[in-house]
């Protein structure tokens, strides 16, 4: 009994360290209204006092061509940002979750966000970038190369739920299934030796989003 106390207890420890890794961010707008900044699930709704993982959402930072000033004001479930324009919105953030232990090694994360497909470069390190302005067809880049066979997760307007993968050239269409927001997430791990949190970690997971309404 006590020897299986003892390992319930060091499972424990070790599933604390680990972070909510099916949680990413993701933006909507409307319009040119203000941008709606999440962290939770993007498949479920989200609960109205906000996901358990949200107040891990502190200071995301607006990717932006100017230098004008983003108010942004802590709603219940979400961040609001009031951002300038009717452009495609993007954010960043590497402080989400700190580092945790992977096997022997620490690894940690930084996520992306973008709302809206009406521009065609990147700006984020991991970015769906569409072929033409509000086109079906986009290329997953990371710092400006495409990544191919990578695993997309498309999530429609209703809440269904499917996988796509990228091509030779990093190259994915978004099939039409219904008027609506669609949310489609996207991962890639990068090796190496770098600095998050003010902690060394050896990888560094980036997850990135892009939402469009059809």
Same mark, same amino acid.
């Given at each position: ?40 699930? +993007? !498949?479920? =709704? ?7 993982? @949200?107040?891990?959402?502190?200071? *995301?930072? %607006? ?66 970038? +569409? !072929?033409? =302005? ?7 880049? @990371?710092?400006?190369?495409?990544? *191919?066979? %990578? ?64």
């Amino acid at each position: 009994m006590m020897k299986t106390m003892k390992i319930l207890t060091a499972l424990a420890a070790t599933m604390a360290t680990i972070p909510a890794v099916a949680h990413e961010i993701w933006v909507e707008r409307d319009a040119s209204g203000p941008a709606r900044i999440y962290l939770g699930e +993007p !498949a479920e =709704a989200v609960p109205e006092a906000g996901d358990p993982e @949200f107040h891990h959402l502190q200071k *995301p930072q %607006a990717i932006q061509s100017d230098d004008k000033p983003i108010a942004f004001v802590r709603r219940a479930n979400h961040i609001e940002a009031t951002v300038p324009g009717s452009g495609d919105v993007r954010v960043r953030d590497d402080s989400v979750f700190a580092p945790w232990k992977s096997g022997e090694k620490m690894q940690g994360a930084i996520f992306y966000a973008r709302a809206g497909r009406s521009e065609t470069a990147a700006k984020l390190d991991l970015e769906l970038v +569409p !072929a033409a =302005a509000n086109a079906d067809r986009f290329t997953l880049l @990371f710092r400006g190369k495409p990544v *191919p066979a %990578a695993k997309l997760t498309v999530i429609t307007p209703d809440r269904w739920q499917k996988a796509f993968f990228t091509d030779a050239n990093g190259g994915v269409e978004i099939p039409k299934l219904g008027a609506g927001r669609y949310i489609v997430g996207a991962s890639h791990t990068e090796e190496g030796p770098a600095k998050l949190g003010g902690q060394d970690v050896a990888s560094v997971v980036h997850i990135s989003t892009l939402t469009f309404v059809r």
